[in-house]
């Protein structure tokens, strides 16, 4: 393993939560709703976006990994002649064929964790992969199975430090848990270069998102409902998330 990718290992396992804490969770901390992640009708003009329809040019195959709703796919509706999508939760791939069927594109599903589905979900000219590496504690075989599946290239999009990052304060208020410091775009950066892979970076500003709903992070927090209210005076005194976003494209 490479000094880049044991270091984004070290850093991904200090953000798992700590068993006594889970146990005491009544709730799954984790699972993600698919309803928050149905693709938008009319797609954000984004810097992946754009850097999937240069990749795609007049027609091409796609590949979503941790496509959720779709959204990275979506995008490219248009040019986009077939689209895949992979994920390790069933509940999105019902929700990423449905906007295939509404928006006319054939869509095939497969259902697993990246890598272990690159075989099944084989490949396309164009793989996405937005919002997933932050998830992942072994960088090296996620990226370069991606760099395989594309025959013409990748995308992937993500934040410059972890999704929950901002919350680690609260972490610290309710729980005495520090984390270690998040991962950045730059470590991604790192690992792709011991890959061999020279990608193009894109930092851009993403449209301002609601904030979360206290009740959702009091879940994601391991805490019971009626700590909502303590919750939510908490989040209001500290930072809002950052907006800054990071698109790495590469030609295969
Ligand atoms: C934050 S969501 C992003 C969804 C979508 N790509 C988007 O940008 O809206 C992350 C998704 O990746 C999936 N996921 C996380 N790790 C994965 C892995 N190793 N293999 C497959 N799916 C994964 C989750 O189930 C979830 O649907």
Redesign the pocket.
């Known amino acids: 393993m490479s000094e880049a990718a044991r270091r984004w290992a070290e850093l991904q396992s200090g953000r798992g939560i700590p068993p006594e804490i889970l146990a005491t969770a009544p709730a799954d901390p984790w699972t ?1 709703d ?1 309803r928050d ?1 149905r ?1 938008p009708d009319v797609p954000a003009d984004t810097p992946s976006r754009d850097a999937g329809l240069e990749l795609l040019g007049a027609g091409g195959t796609v590949l ?9 796919a979506f995008a490219l509706a248009g040019p986009m002649t077939r689209v895949t999508g ?4 069933a509940d ?1 791939l019902a929700v990423f064929a449905d906007g295939a069927r509404e928006r006319g594109v054939p869509c095939a599903t497969v259902h ?6 690159a075989a099944g979900a084989g490949t396309a000219d164009v793989v ?5 590496l932050h ?2 504690v072994e960088p090296a075989p ?1 990226l370069a199975a991606l760099t395989a599946a594309a025959t013409r290239g990748v995308v992937v ?1 993500m934040l410059p430090e972890h ?1 929950m990052a901002w919350l680690d304060p609260l972490w610290a208020r309710f729980h005495d848990l520090h984390r270690p410091p998040s991962v950045t775009d730059a470590d991604a950066v790192a690992v792709l270069g011991d890959l061999g892979v020279v990608g193009q970076v894109r930092r851009w500003e993403r449209a301002r998102r609601h904030p979360h709903d206290p009740a959702w992070v009091t879940r994601r927090l391991c805490l019971p409902p009626e700590r909502t209210d303590e919750v939510a005076s908490a989040l209001a005194r500290i930072p809002l998330r950052r907006r800054d976003a990071v698109t790495l494209f590469w030609r295969t």
């Open positions: 993600h698919p992640f693709a979503d990994v941790g496509c959720g709703g779709g959204d990275a992979t994920d390790q939760q999105m697993g964790r990246w890598p272990d589905t996405v992969c937005h919002h997933v998830n992942v996620f999009e999704p």
